[in-house]
């Protein structure tokens, strides 16, 4: 699986950015699919989660700004990020795997096998 991250770019705080992943491989449907990101000098951090059911799952600090979708037939997801604030800025990556897990084990970078290049956003204050 080939992962390539894109839409990112310079926004003023309150303003919106959409994030596309374009994924290769046959099986993309079966594919758990995550976000990550990594401000300057800190960890990279979970941000969202989509399971091949169509369900989605977002850290806490972005619930009710970012949204999660997928669309299957073409291959592709998709983080809608509304109301944006400074400290969402940092390099956003698309993650993949079909690896099963426990629990919330999803939240871990160490689960997934496919990483995306990243894509640069930053939110001006």
């Known amino acids: 699986v080939q992962l390539q991250a894109s839409g990112g770019g310079l926004v003023q705080a309150g303003g919106s950015l959409r994030l596309s992943c374009a994924a290769s491989?046959?099986?993309?449907?079966?594919?758990?699919m995550a976000w990550f990101r990594q401000a300057p000098g800190k960890e990279r951090e979970f941000v969202g989660v989509?399971?091949?059911?169509?369900?989605?799952a977002l850290t806490d600090s972005v619930k009710g700004r970012f949204t999660i979708s997928r669309d299957n037939a073409k291959n592709m997801m998709y983080l809608q990020m509304n109301s944006l604030k400074p400290e969402d800025t940092g390099v956003y990556y698309c993650?993949?795997?079909?690896?099963?897990?426990?629990?919330?084990?999803?939240?871990?970078?160490?689960?997934?096998?496919?990483w995306g290049q990243g894509t640069q956003v930053t939110v001006s204050s």
């Open positions: 491989g046959r099986t993309f449907s079966r594919n758990i």
């Open positions: 993650t993949a795997t079909q690896k099963g897990y426990r629990g919330s084990e999803y939240i871990r970078g160490s689960l997934y096998d496919y």
């Open positions: 989509s399971w091949s059911s169509g369900s989605t």
